[in-house]
């Protein structure tokens, strides 16, 4: 069992900033594959980045948010740089069994609660 805890949301202003921090609970979270999903009200939950074997972003946020992790911290980092009003969702952070990173929720095993981002314009 994994326990996943997001924090780092808020709102902020066009073109402002935020980090999101994923804290593990477990050990062996070094060698999991961990990603971010978004989801906007009335929207379905997509894939923004994921970090394993590879780093994969979502065409939408690459070049502008960036995935790293702390393995020694068992937490993974989002930082979102030039923030959209359409990047304003809840978002949640996901971990699988595996190293390598997939861009479909059904593959992850565990989430976090996730945190919310609210992106004014």
């Known amino acids: 069992q994994v326990q996943l805890v997001e924090s780092g949301g808020g709102l902020v202003q066009a073109g402002g900033s935020l980090r999101l921090s994923c804290a593990a609970s477990k050990r062996t979270f070094s060698s999991y594959a961990i990603a971010w999903f978004r989801q906007a009200p009335g929207k379905e939950r997509e894939f923004v980045a994921g970090?394993?074997?590879?780093?994969y972003y979502a065409d939408s946020v690459k070049g502008r948010f960036t995935i790293s992790r702390d393995n020694a911290k068992n937490t993974v980092y989002l930082q979102m740089n030039s923030l959209k009003p359409e990047d304003s969702a809840v978002y949640y952070c996901?971990?699988?069994?595996?190293?390598?990173?997939?861009?479909?929720?059904?593959?992850?095993?565990?989430w976090g609660q996730g945190t919310q981002v609210t992106v004014s314009s």
């Open positions: 970090s394993g074997m590879m780093i």
């Open positions: 996901a971990t699988r069994a595996s190293y390598n990173v997939r861009r479909t929720e059904g593959e992850y095993d565990y």
